[in-house]
């Protein structure tokens, strides 16, 4: 059973920085397995933020339009996946998802339909 538990929203300025964790669980019961973070803004689709594959520490994406300022990483010891995320922008707003499913999926190519498990969300708001 896969759960993800996400932490690190809040409000900031613009400019500013906050650093989301995903606590997983379950999923390393996969041989083969994907984590990632999505967002969803108030009135638009979800997107994909980021996304990593098992097995190769290069085997990761940071979607173009947050490129520079995201970063994501992975704390093997505690299941936690982190996305560091600096110079928000008020655009950054916007509810944010940690996802997981059991496959491997190409990283450059951040789909919703790909990923099974789903946490609550954090929301973020930077204004």
């Known amino acids: 059973h896969v759960q993800l538990v996400e932490s690190g929203g809040g409000s900031v300025q613009a400019g500013g920085s906050l650093r989301l964790a995903c606590a997983a669980s379950g999923y390393t019961y996969f041989s083969s397995y994907c984590l990632g973070w999505f967002r969803q803004a108030p009135g638009k689709e979800r997107e994909g933020v980021a996304m990593?594959?098992?097995?190769?520490?290069?085997?990761?994406n940071v979607n173009y339009y947050v490129r520079g300022r995201f970063t994501l990483s992975q704390d093997n010891a505690t299941n936690t996946l982190y996305l560091q995320m600096n110079g928000l922008k008020p655009e950054d707003t916007a509810m944010y998802y940690c996802?997981?499913?059991?496959?491997?999926?190409?990283?450059?190519?951040?789909?919703?339909?790909?990923?099974?498990?789903w946490g609550q969300g954090t929301q973020v708001t930077v204004s």
């Open positions: 996802a997981a499913d059991g496959r491997r999926w190409f990283v450059y190519r951040i789909r919703e339909a790909d990923f099974g498990y």
């Open positions: 990593m594959n098992s097995g190769r520490t290069d085997d990761s």
